[in-house]
């Protein structure tokens, strides 16, 4: 085991030719055979060999050879190949026992070509092709998934919807009050960042006041449910993601199928209620600590007084703006709960699976709410609201 | 050493030896805590008292990197397998020879196939631990267990949930490993045929009394052994069973042929 060892001359792994008297070759196995140090090469042994053209079979004598390990088992693997390809055998009867019963175990069960993959390079047509038939598969699945879900709203209308209520309370309880912290946090910054921004244009004209109209109407309509979209896709959405993935990996989905417990029903459903009742909660809540850190600049800053400022709030903010502000965050809530079971549910069978499936629920989920508050705010427009 | 969970004692005042080129099965019912003994040997736990030592070292009073550098020398292979599920089998074994010796890329492929060949995987380099069967996996397990050529070998209950031929056939792969390359072999297992085909020597976990009950070679507990509890675990609590593990098991392992 000691590393030294290799590096004495005596003890170095070494082959060596010799013709024995009935003009056959050997091959003398000399040294310490160990991982790691600098052994032989098989192919300037087999080239000796040849060049020494005698008979074969080519015989192995170990009389001299120290401790070994894989590393001898390994060279004379290499060695026999590379004789048999010239026509010549090797005659392994002069090993040590130990050695030969290693080689007869690794040949005993031949390699299975046909298991063998294909892992060389791909042309770029192929992997094209295969994206495009991936994407196809792909929306048949979320299709798919949809389809499920539809059917278990359904049967959760009809009261016979299967899971445990006590999922769905901790669900609340996880999207709910143990979010509160971040987006307290987030929401007053976002409030104290807008203020600040608006008050450096509005302070030229004399229209500080205004910072009120727009932190309240920014938040309230919009930006309190995008901020808590994306606090839930981040924190909610990936552990909805791992959480599946990982049920997934360990069979625990496959176990649910096979009682005949449809795992969207069972798993999906109490995720997708309770981060979508939660959402607007927490979107009402961000809105007030937005106004909040916008009170804050306009009072420490602008010099403006509480009353006037929370009167210039509630004279610009309308409750239609709030009621928006709301269902963009139950849309929201939807899709971050929609996209984080999906790719849980559809995350492969590794713990890698698992971590790609956790990203592309943040990612996906992000890009939804981007995508549908364009939609809404398009809408909202449309509708004069 | 002893063993114990905070306040829970798992076991006390357990004492063996384990020899060079024996094979030792660890045995006990459910819960006697063979795996958490298993755990304080292969430096994943401390035990609560006592020591393991090996080759004449006090293990857990060695720094981080001598402990290392004694689990170099040991091989483990776990009841699932634990192969890195992201990666192929030929990354799995190639990983400790990449990372834990100096072995250029053409030698550590060559080390791989060899490791994969013996264990009766040649050819399923590139497939993922997901791709193939509970049995292949176990055996994957114990060519990356083997890929740094250890000299102890530590197997968590390699039969468990293998169909009674691939458990044989791995039990016989353990003893044509400890056969012929001389390895070290610590076997923890509840499953009578293994126990009975793999071991020669013995120790007997009991949960009750929380201490070993019983050491030495199963046969002959079976045969000798006055303690019920012993009799029971070893006889199926009665039942044939033992005796068809005995009929089965190949009776002579003798001329054994190391190096």
């Known amino acids: ?385 | 050493m002893s063993m114990a969970y905070g306040d829970f004692v798992v076991q006390r005042d357990i004492s063996f030896c384990l020899h060079k080129g024996e094979i030792l099965v660890v045995m006990g019912g459910s819960g006697c805590g063979k795996s958490t003994l298993l755990k304080h040997m292969v430096g994943l736990r401390p035990p609560s008292g006592g020591k393991v030592i090996y080759w004449g070292e006090d293990f857990w009073s060695l720094d981080e990197e001598a402990r290392a550098r004694i689990l170099r020398r040991v091989g483990v292979l776990y009841q699932s397998g634990a192969l890195w599920s992201s990666m192929t089998l030929a990354e799995n074994v190639a990983l400790p020879l990449r990372e834990l010796t100096n072995l250029g890329q053409e030698e550590i492929r060559e080390m791989v196939s060899l490791k994969l060949a013996l264990v009766g995987l040649a050819g399923f380099e590139e497939f993922y631990p997901s791709e193939i069967s509970g049995g292949m996996r176990k055996r994957a397990g114990l060519a990356r267990a083997m890929a740094l050529d250890p000299e102890v070998l530590f197997f968590d209950e390699p039969s468990a949930g293998l169909d009674p031929v691939s458990a044989r056939r791995l039990d016989e792969l353990i003893l044509e490993l400890r056969d012929s390359l001389g390895a070290t072999i610590l076997v923890v297992t509840h499953e009578l045929a293994s126990i009975f085909t793999l071991a020669e020597n013995s120790i007997f976990l009991d949960s009750e009394a929380k201490t070993m009950i019983a050491q030495g070679n199963p046969r002959e507990l079976l045969a000798e052994s006055t303690d019920p509890r012993v009799r029971e675990f070893l006889t199926r609590g009665g039942s044939a069973q033992a005796g068809l593990c005995l009929g089965a098991c190949p009776g002579d392992r003798e001329g054994k042929e190391g190096r």
């Open chain 1, 1 to 385: 085991m000691d590393p030294e060892q290799g590096k004495n001359p005596a003890t170095r792994p070494q082959a060596r030719l010799s013709r024995n008297q009935d003009g056959t070759l050997g091959v003398r196995l000399l040294g310490e055979w160990k991982l790691g140090d600098t052994l032989p090469s098989e192919q300037e042994v087999g080239q000796e060999i040849l060049g020494a053209s005698g008979r074969g079979p080519v015989h192995l004598d170990c009389k001299d050879l120290g401790h070994w390990d894989s590393s001898l088992i390994s060279f004379v693997r290499k060695l026999e190949v590379f004789l048999r390809e010239k026509g010549l055998e090797l005659e392994k009867t002069g090993l040590p026992q130990g050695a030969q019963r290693l080689l007869r175990l690794a040949s005993a069960v031949p390699e299975r070509k046909e298991t063998r993959k294909l892992t060389g390079g791909k042309s770029l047509l192929f992997r094209m092709g295969q994206r495009a038939v991936d994407a196809w598969q792909g929306s048949y699945e979320v299709a798919g998934f949809l389809g499920e879900l539809t059917l278990a709203m359904g049967r959760l209308i009809k009261g016979k919807a299967r899971f445990r209520f006590s999922d769905l309370l901790l669900v609340m309880q996880r999207c709910g009050v143990e979010a509160l912290p971040i987006v307290s946090l987030i929401s007053f910054l976002v409030g104290l960042i807008l203020a600040f921004v608006g008050a450096v244009q509005l302070r030229i004209f004399g229209a500080q006041i205004f910072v009120a109209a727009l932190v309240g109407i920014g938040m309230v309509r919009v930006l309190g449910a995008i901020m808590t979209g994306i606090i839930m896709a981040g924190r909610t959405g990936a552990a909805f993601a791992a959480e599946l993935g990982t049920m997934e990996v360990n069979e625990e989905i496959d176990a649910l199928r096979t009682l005949g417990i449809p795992p969207v029903e069972f798993l999906v459903l109490p995720r997708l209620l309770g981060l979508s009742l939660m959402m607007p909660l927490l979107c009402a809540y961000a809105d007030l600590l937005g106004i909040l850190g916008g009170l804050t600049v306009g009072v420490a800053m602008l010099d403006l007084n509480v009353q006037e400022y929370l009167r210039m709030t509630q004279d610009s903010v309308k409750l239609s703006y709030f009621w928006i502000g709301l269902f963009h965050s139950l849309v929201f809530g939807v899709l971050v709960a929609f996209t984080g079971c999906l790719q849980g549910m559809r995350s492969g069978r590794s713990a890698s699976a698992v971590g790609q499936a956790a990203t592309s629920a943040v990612v996906r989920g992000i890009v939804s709410i981007i995508m549908a508050t364009a939609v809404l705010t398009y809408l909202c427009e449309l509708l004069g609201i």
